[in-house]
């Protein structure tokens, strides 16, 4: 394929790995976009950090704001750039969960089950909210993303059968996250075909219906969330052609990257953790044997600059 296409030259040779269809940017997505030109991409398919939910261990990350409405309006600002760097008929497929107010308390420790759930800080609960009040972050950045120019199509419900158990005793177990597919302009690409589903009776096909029930995805490398494949595969294959380019933002642990791998696209991740890329890695070349050439010597540059500059990480 000639995802080589991807062509970054503003970028610096040691700060992003190239491959034969994936380019990993490592840095801060609020910098590095700025860096891609416009109206590249096909789509964008991401996950950004959930507010207060994660401690990445970074001043100024995104999702540690004290205040929620920081939190929308820098995540508004990254995907105003989105919106710059995709094609004029580009859609945007965005998964973020709802949040529940910390209820005053301001750290978390880790648990044996979600070893990532442990964070040095908690943000106070939002003027005009209570204690154990559910925050509609989804929503509310959903509307912000639209009201900034997006066109919302369509809210997706991501139903997880396997959800993590809750031990709360005064409401039901959350089961399931939003994914909102906007778009750039009123018309766009969709290959609705690609993604129908079976009818009941098994003999024909139907329109893909907005409750999508989808098992979430182990990860053994990483001991955070990662996006299970079966969610990101609907999105690529309806938002970018084959040899098309997606974009992810946000790229942890590389699942967009190794959908794209095993559906003929082409990718750029933007990722800012060291620790994560060389995830990512791990599972591109599981995918891509050929791979492992081109990360090997540029990966241990950038892990050895992040923990310089960075010496609060522990790798």
């Given at each position: ?8 030259n503003?970028?610096?040779p ?23 030109p ?6 964008c ?10 401690d ?5 990350q995104?999702g ?9 309006s ?6 105003r ?7 004029s ?6 998964n ?16 044996a ?31 912000a993303l ?10 997706i ?44 009776d098994?003999?024909?096909?139907k ?9 979430t ?9 990662v996006?299970p ?11 970018a052609p ?21 559906e ?7 990722e ?5 890329i ?17 990360f090997?010597?540029?990966g ?16």
């Amino acid at each position: 394929m000639n995802a080589t296409a991807i062509s970054i030259n503003n970028l610096q040779p040691e700060t992003f790995f190239v491959t034969e269809s994936v380019q990993i940017v490592h840095g801060d997505v609020r910098q590095k976009l700025a860096l891609l030109p416009d109206n590249t991409f096909h789509c964008c398919v991401t996950s950004p950090p959930y507010w207060g939910m994660r401690d990445y261990g970074y001043e100024g990350q995104i999702g540690a704001e004290t205040n929620i409405n920081d939190y929308i309006s820098h995540l508004v600002d990254v995907f105003r750039e989105v919106r710059r760097v995709l094609r004029s008929d580009g859609t945007f497929w965005l998964n973020i969960g709802n949040t529940y107010t910390s209820g005053g308390r301001t750290w978390r420790q880790s648990d044996a089950k979600n070893k990532g759930r442990a964070m040095s800080y908690r943000p106070d609960t939002p003027t005009g909210l209570k204690p154990k009040d559910l925050i509609g972050v989804a929503w509310m950045l959903a509307m912000a993303l639209q009201l900034d120019g997006w066109y919302l199509r369509s809210d997706i419900i991501w139903h997880k059968p396997n959800c993590q158990p809750e031990s709360v005793k005064d409401r039901v177990t959350v089961s399931h996250e939003y994914l909102f597919m906007l778009s750039k302009s009123e018309n766009y690409y969709f290959d609705q075909e690609s993604i129908k589903e079976q009818t009941a009776d098994g003999k024909s096909h139907k329109n893909k219906r907005t409750v999508w029930q989808i098992n979430t995805e182990p990860c053994k490398e990483a001991h955070f969330a990662v996006f299970p494949r079966a969610l990101v595969r609907p999105c690529i294959l309806a938002g970018a052609p084959k040899d098309g380019l997606v974009l992810d933002p946000f790229f942890g642990s590389g699942t967009v990257g190794v959908v794209a791998i095993e559906e003929g696209r082409g990718c750029v991740g933007v990722e800012l953790k060291s620790q994560y890329i060389e995830i990512a890695k791990q599972r591109l070349m599981a995918v891509t044997p050929s791979l492992k050439q081109n990360f090997a010597a540029e990966g241990q540059t950038a892990m050895k600059r992040e923990t310089y500059t960075n010496p609060s990480l522990n790798f």
